[in-house]
């Protein structure tokens, strides 16, 4: 089983409309709601390739009752810890346009300690049934900023596989655990080691930091770009594919849940780093990837890996 740990959970509302202004009334052509979070967001992939997944976190509110709701609709199965808070409610504006995305994130409700503790017992049981962990998104207020190298070392007791999704010091702080794989996109990157890229070379050099902790692979998401996967031995590039872009909420998050699944089925780098891509291109184009594994396995014949080294980062 693969399950996801998402600590800022959300409910995402997208608005689409056509040429967006700034400061003026904007008509919206189309609105929708989605249970979100990052590893919520994990999950669903996860789901719609077929896996067997567990989605745990906080939620609360009427906004907890409704994810919770949505996933058990989608046949996910949860156990999350309700707090007495709502669950935050964030606001994604696509202008259709431009094809630019607006995030209006709220920055969600602390965490008592209480409901910490019930956390650590949950990673700490469902670690057992557990083949892979994902630990991803942001933290909520006040919450340690160790808490995913707290989590990722429970997990790791138990024979876990995990993976972490994060940026700034909640990165740099998860990466002390020594998770099997971290996904920062190249922003996060830049952001969290505050360097600026001129070129593929100096990302995968950046990539070393990790590496030399003991990290066994690190993938780098670098939107109409594609991606980046560096190991000790070797480095791939994945080319992306030329698609009408739709949404890039949750691209990220779909390349994570889909490496989760390939770890977890035993796939090769190659094909794993495939299937995420692919997947990641789904979720751009569509919108969404769940219930189209089809459209996601197309995909993954169409996309080319490169070589940019032959041994990794050294």
Known sequence: MITTVTLNAAVDRTIEIENFMLGQVNRMQRSYIEAGGKGINVSKVVKSLGGDTLALGFVGGETGKWIAGRLQKMAIKTDFIWVDRETRTNIKIIDRSRRQTTDINDQGGEIKKVWLEALYQKIRFWAEYSKVMVFSGSLPPNTPKDIYRQLISIAQEKGCKTILDTDGASLLEGIKACPYMVKPNIHELADT?????????????????????????????????????????????????????????????????????????????????????????????????????????????????VYPREKGVK
Not at 217 to 242: F, H, I, N
Not at 260 to 277: K, M, N
Request: glycine share 10%; with cysteine; hydrophobic share 45%.
């Open 193 to 305: 080691f505050g360097v600026s890229f001129r070129d593929e070379d100096e990302v995968i050099k950046c990539c070393s930091n990790f590496l030399d902790q003991g990290i066994a692979l690190v993938v780098v998401s670098m939107g109409s770009k594609g991606a980046l996967m560096v190991t000790k031995d070797r480095t791939m590039k994945a080319e992306a594919l030329e698609v009408e872009v739709q949404n890039t909420v949750g691209a990220g998050d779909a390349m994570v849940g889909a490496f989760a699944y390939g770890i977890h089925e035993g796939y090769s780098l190659e094909e794993t780093f495939t299937l995420a891509s692919a997947a990641a291109t789904v979720s751009v184009s569509h919108g969404t990837t769940f219930g189209l594994a089809n459209v996601i396995q197309d995909y993954q014949k169409e996309i080319k890996l």
